[in-house]
């Protein structure tokens, strides 16, 4: 059950949308079901000696009252709004069930706490099976204004102990860091124009992609505007410096033709302009080497990034977790744009359903994840997707999601944890589509019996207590082919398997010779290493142009519709 809690100004406008047809037709049989009282209250839809302009007066009795002792003056905002909604597969509520949840609302709201007779005069009418709208006027009997300090919190908080009590779906409880979600005259205008989603939820997909694969405060606005998105910055008086952006979606125009803005906080509070710059603090990758990287490095680098992130949230250091969970959002992003293939709309999903379990109400220690954001910031320039190493990262993005849901589920975090569940699902859905054919492949190729014979030995000597399990998993031929491969690659196969077998407890993994595969596919080549470093004693350096990502932006990110 969802109340959106908003203030106004024209109470006789209010009436009018509540009891006529819609902007769709879609309002059906309007009527009261609850009031301040309901003998006072004319109810339009059920009366016709009622009118809207009947209802406003009694509803604004106290407003006049109060504006005649101002002198002609209105109190400012003084029509208060909130529509109630049930979720989508709950029963059905009759009119007095809707109007139990409206005397509660308004009561823990504030706005007519029960047994007060000086409170504000309300309605609440049903036009739809599946909500209610509760309007009031903030004026009280005694010309006081009711005291509705976080109201929408306090409304939300009585919606879950009616859920409870009713039957109905649990939502999660927020921690006031969520986005604003649309407005139904937005949800409206998306759906006329034939689109999913509306133009705040398109921009805020933008801006997070945008800014995870940036480098600069510059680089962010110059893409943004690439990808036909229309900026406006706000400059300090006396600086001259930013201190507030907004954006508008291409095409999206109001009445009179002009752009429709949204503020950076209000698409998501950690794209305003002062959290965007925490989390580009610092964040030039380091000067290239002379050499050509290997393009294997960004994947490496991101794989080993990952993988220290799921340390930190065992840490106890909440600070440093909740900026790895930030940085990993904006990997995933870069992930998604980085990888080719069938799975890139999971993993896309996936980076959009962890937005939510990206911030919470611990205040994020960003530095601390410096290793991580550059790690996907060079995967976001990354030239090709090398095969196994791809599948190997996201064999590891699926390991720290499930260890983000449970770091937020400790923690009490609700709609993060269920954001970084819905996530983990994108993910392993997306590792599964990418991994199979691989690990069939590599199963094909597997060495001869003789060579598997001795990687079975190496096994039982370096790892006795999960030799069974490994020889036993049905990756096991698979993982002999990757170990030939790190053979070949100069690696020491029994050294390697004590390696890869101490990064992390493979008690609970469920096939452990699959992980042990994707881990010995993250390991560098020993011989491309050693041919590297000759090269850089027998040639001088020579500097390196970092790309720059403005000719990939567009076609990474896309854009609208």
Request: aromatic share 4%; charged share 25%; net charge positive.
């Amino acid at each position: 059950m969802v109340p959106d809690v908003s203030t106004g100004s024209n109470t006789r406008g209010l009436i009018v949308y509540l009891f006529g047809a819609g902007r769709r037709d879609e309002h059906t049989d309007p009527h009261i079901v609850a009031a301040w009282d309901m003998a006072g209250a004319p109810d339009p839809g059920r009366d016709p000696e009622a009118s809207y302009t009947l209802l406003a007066k009694r509803l604004d009795h106290h407003v006049d009252l109060r504006t005649r002792e101002m002198g002609g003056k209105k109190p400012p905002r003084h029509v208060w709004h909130c529509p109630v909604r049930t979720a989508p597969g709950d029963r059905y509520l009759t009119d007095a069930e809707w109007a139990e949840v409206a005397r509660r609302i308004v009561h823990a709201a504030g706005i007519a706490p029960e047994g007060d007779e000086k409170a504000c005069r309300w309605i609440a009418v049903r036009h739809a099976d599946d909500h209610i709208h509760i309007m009031a006027t903030t004026v009280r009997a005694d010309g006081r204004r009711p005291r509705t300090h976080r109201d929408g919190q306090r409304a939300q908080a009585e919606c879950r102990k009616i859920e409870a009590e009713f039957g109905l779906r649990r939502l999660k409880s927020g921690d006031l860091t969520a986005p604003r979600t649309p407005t139904s005259a937005e949800r409206a205008k998306a759906e006329r124009q034939g689109q999913t989603v509306t133009a705040r939820q398109w921009l805020r997909e933008q801006a997070y992609a945008v800014a995870a694969a940036v480098r600069t405060e510059a680089d962010y606005f110059t893409v943004l505007q690439s990808l036909g998105i229309k900026v406006k910055t706000r400059l300090g008086p006396e600086t001259g410096d930013v201190i507030g952006y907004s954006l508008a979606a291409p095409g999206d125009t109001n009445a009179a033709d002009e752009p429709v803005w949204y503020g950076g906080s209000k698409l998501a509070p950690d794209l305003s302009i002062n959290r965007l710059r925490e989390r580009l603090l610092d964040q030039e990758v380091a000067d290239r080497p002379g050499y050509a990287a290997d393009p294997a490095d960004p994947w490496r680098h991101t794989i080993n990034a990952i993988q220290v992130a799921r340390t930190v949230l065992d840490s106890g250091d909440d600070a440093a977790a909740q900026g790895h969970l930030a940085a990993f959002g904006d990997a995933l992003y870069n992930i998604a744009s980085a990888t080719t293939g069938p799975h890139r709309a999971e993993l896309r999903a996936a980076a959009v359903a962890f937005n939510r379990a990206r911030r919470s109400a611990t205040r994020a220690d960003h530095q601390a994840a410096t290793a991580l954001r550059k790690a996907a910031k060079e995967l976001a320039y990354a030239s090709s997707e090398p095969g196994g190493l791809a599948i190997a990262l996201l064999f590891a993005t699926v390991h720290l999601a499930r260890a983000a849901a449970k770091w937020h589920e400790q923690r009490g975090h609700e709609q993060q944890a269920a954001a970084a569940e819905e996530a983990l699902r994108h993910l392993q859905t997306g590792y599964q589509q990418a991994a199979t054919p691989l690990l069939a492949d590599l199963t094909r190729r597997a060495p001869r019996a003789t060579t598997a014979s001795r990687y079975e030995q190496d096994v039982c000597a370096t790892l006795p207590n999960h030799a069974d399990r490994i020889l036993a998993d049905p990756s096991w031929t698979a993982l002999t082919t990757t170990l030939a491969h790190a053979e070949t690659a100069g690696h020491n196969p029994r050294r390697l398997l004590v390696e890869v077998g101490t990064q992390r407890e493979l008690d609970s993994a469920e096939h452990p010779a699959e992980v042990l595969n994707w881990r010995i596919t993250a390991q560098p080549n020993r011989r491309t290493q050693a041919a590297r470093m000759r090269s850089t004693r027998t040639t001088p350096p020579t500097p390196r142009t970092t790309p720059t990502p403005m000719s990939k932006q567009p076609t990474e990110h896309g854009r609208r519709r």
